[in-house]
């Protein structure tokens, strides 16, 4: 009896005895993984993106005029650190670093703005330039856009309009990249070049903010009320001359609903406005309206006109029998 007992005892002893070995090894283990991820490469990619940060500081206090240049550069840097620290610490690592960095510095290190940093970087490793003309506040707003095309048109246009964070953010929300024709799209991947007609939103957006139904009247007035929002939606280069502008065809007065001049492509542009389906009718109309311009108000060294024709529906057989490529042929649509 007494052998069996110390047997049962023996038995239960081993059994602690195993459990105390896998706490020991579990805990010697997980001690040399946290001896790892606080080894030398974890401080050294910490003390570099600190660093790198600090100077970006001193530099926007006492270098005003290179403050963008110096953002972007050491946002790069910094974005490029992490993403090298995550590929060998794992993605939990900007966590752990942001709250280092809000330690050591202060706020304005959050782990959203240290991953803003890391999808600077990854944008710019795609487009391999980066654009002066662009803040980092510009940049943020494309950090979501996952076609690379889409990406260059908005640094393009930012570019060449000098547009605001603001700006920007309302140019992508209209969806103006969707809005661009395919050919257009083509051109700008392919770098080739860019005409007047290749500018042009179809559909165009007209803000109201009644929805009723409208008149050619009261569209122009929707147009006239943010006549510069209607002229980015034509592309760029346009200025305003007059409404209704008033021409005479023998005895009798027409007026041209819109016309504008546009300085880039050297050519005034007439516009009609219908609130119906485009009619065969619409085109007689506008052509005639384009060669009188041509013909008593253009000067030898302009360019000819062009027509641009928006209705509330395209006719694709119009457009497809209409002899004359200068004009051009766009829907537009009340939002």
């Known amino acids: 009896m007494n052998y069996k007992n110390h047997l049962k005892e023996f038995e239960y002893f081993k ?7 896998i706490f020991l090894s579990f805990t010697n283990t997980f001690y040399y993984v946290i001896k790892d991820i606080q080894g030398d490469d974890f401080i050294n990619y910490y003390y ?59 706020k304005g290190y959050t782990f959203s703005s240290l991953t803003r940093m890391k999808k600077f970087y990854l944008l710019l490793e795609k487009l391999a ?39 920007l953010r309302e140019r992508i929300k209209n969806n103006e990249y969707e809005r661009l024709p395919e050919s257009t799209k083509n051109k700008l991947i392919n770098k080739e070049d860019i005409f007047i007609e290749d500018n042009i939103k179809n559909p165009i957006i007209i803000k109201n903010n009644s929805k009723e139904e409208i008149n050619e009247k009261a569209l122009q007035k929707l147009i006239l009320e943010d006549i510069t929002h209607f002229m980015k939606e034509l592309g760029s280069g346009y200025s305003f001359i007059d409404k209704e502008y008033k021409i005479k065809l023998e005895n ?18 007439v516009i009609e406005l219908k609130v119906t389906e485009l009619k065969k009718e619409h085109t007689g109309q506008i052509e005639v309206y384009m060669n009188y311009i041509d013909e008593n108000i253009r000067s030898i060294n302009q360019n000819k006109t062009i027509g641009i024709i928006i209705c509330k529906e395209n006719n694709n057989y119009v457009i497809k029998y209409c002899s004359d490529k200068r004009i051009i042929f766009k829907e537009y649509k009340i939002v």
Do not use: M, P, W
Not at 84 to 99: C, D, F, L, R
Not at 149 to 157: E, G
Not at 256 to 269: A, G, H, R, T
């Open 252 to 269: 009798t007065y027409n007026y041209i609903d819109l016309l504008f001049f546009n300085y880039v492509y050297n050519c005034f542009v």
């Open 15 to 21: 059994f602690f005895f195993s459990l105390i070995i």
């Open 129 to 167: 330039t980066v654009s002066q003309h662009l803040t980092f506040g510009n940049y943020i707003e494309l950090l979501s856009i996952d076609d690379i095309n889409k990406v260059k048109y908005y640094i393009q246009i930012t570019e060449r309009e000098n547009l605001s964070i603001r700006q």
């Open 48 to 106: 570099e993106i600190k660093n790198k940060l600090i100077n970006n500081e001193i530099n926007r206090k006492v270098k005003n005029y290179s403050i963008n240049r110096s953002d972007l550069s050491t946002y790069y840097n910094v974005g490029k650190l992490l993403s090298e620290a995550g590929s060998h610490y794992g993605e939990g690592i900007i966590k752990e670093y942001s709250k280092r960095l809000t330690k050591d510095l202060g």
